[in-house]
């Protein structure tokens, strides 16, 4: 039996590997030069850049996923546990999330009296939701409406009425704080006011379970995935963009790739699924352009890669520049979508860390601007964000950098949709609000072609690296169930 997976990305790869330990004839198809999907790689003059993904959480889902096949991590890359995590920079002042929650819980303190303990009470809470989430949610492969019934979901249903904003002002006062803990949930995709409240688990992922650095960066772990999946014999092609997914009498038959047809009993595309949608006649697509137009859909991003000839002072690893107006800016992302007029944005300099990202005595430098999908996106006006980014981390790290620039490059919304066929030039895939959860995402498996199906951050269980391991194994389980 063969299957072929479109795309090469966390899920595709994850599905990959699973299928060919289950014993199918495995071979993934490319669209791009090189592998990895939106966890690409820049290298540059001595740079390297993760172009997607930079945050390495829940290092407890990694484990899962090489343990399924008698590896670990440490097999392939060395992890290293960020101290401090983060930093988050106010207008007034900055707070500094430490690697431990002792650390935190005192600084809590220092800018709200009183606040670590109940910050303690908030993660304990946290946890028992990352331990139903992880060990039970996530594992349900979005069928039924009965996944999500279990003792311990109806235990708390409240909280998939009540939202994380409702759940953090409930127990904390300070903005600053208000916003260091609803700042993780908008790696779901969503306004934490339309988050669940179920879903600070993210805040036991990120207090609790820490933020790690992969030597090398995070495209380490694309690496390591490809090479797993080569010793369990999948075959990779590169430039290979599908232009149809072929069916016959409502069964796959393969896909047609520069010109030619290939044959196979399987299809799973790991590519956006609008774009996967369209690739079949429309009599076989099961959701409609209104249904796709109408769906909440996580940011898009503004995407800076600068190479710095200097160290940089007053900074860490990862940065979080909150000096604005965090509601508004969520408001001009979701609610009213345009270019944020004061935007927050996001500084990574793993350099700092790993001095096999940059030369000697340099820095790698990206720098995200969360916006929203579809916007339009010019040279100038990436040029515009640029000077305001510059001009604001200029002033809150107090220190000049623009004439230490050697080069930079950008990536944004018609990147996005060149180089990955995102729908809308989103980044991040479909929210997870309560509306777009589990069985009411887009399905695993196809209901109008036999043999056809779908993984990644369109589908169960969301946005976010972790849950795209988790959407290859889920996508491969079901595949492997219609075998017997």
Known sequence: ??????????SSLSAACYLAKAGLEVEILEKNATVGGRARQLIKEGFTFDIGPSWYWMPDIFENFFADFGKKPSDYYQLEKLSPAYKIFFKDDSVTIGDCMDQICLEFDRIESGSGNHLRTFIKKAQENYNIAINKVVLKPGISPFELVTKDTVLRLDQF??????EVRKRFE????????????????????????FYSFMNFADFGLGTWHPKGGMYEIIKAMVQLAQELGVKIRTNHPVDKILVLDGEICGVRSNGANLTSDYVISGADYHHSETLLDKKYRQYSETYWDTRTYAPSALLFYVGFNKKLKN?????????????????EIYDEPQWPSDPLFYANFPSITDGTMAPKDNETGFFLVP????????TELRAQYFDIVMDRFESLTEQEVRNSIIFKESFCVKDFIEQYNSYKGNAYGMANTLKQTAFLRPNLKSSKV???FFTGQLTVPGPGVPPALISGKL?????TKNLK
Not at 1 to 10: D, R
Not at 161 to 166: C, D, E, G, N, V
Not at 315 to 331: I, P, S
């Open 174 to 197: 300070n903005p600053k704080l208000i916003s260091t803990l609803e700042f993780p949930v908008l790696f779901l995709g969503a306004k934490p006011s339309k988050t669940p409240s």
């Open 315 to 331: 900074v860490h690893h990862h940065n979080l520049f909150f000096d604005t107006d965090f509601e508004r800016h969520t408001q």
């Open 450 to 452: 036999k043999n056809l």
């Open 475 to 479: 996508v491969a389980n079901l595949l």
């Open 1 to 10: 039996m063969k299957v072929i997976v479109i795309g090469s990305g966390f």
């Open 161 to 166: 009425f009540k939202s994380i904003s409702q």
């Open 371 to 378: 916006i929203a999908p579809n916007l339009e996106d010019t």
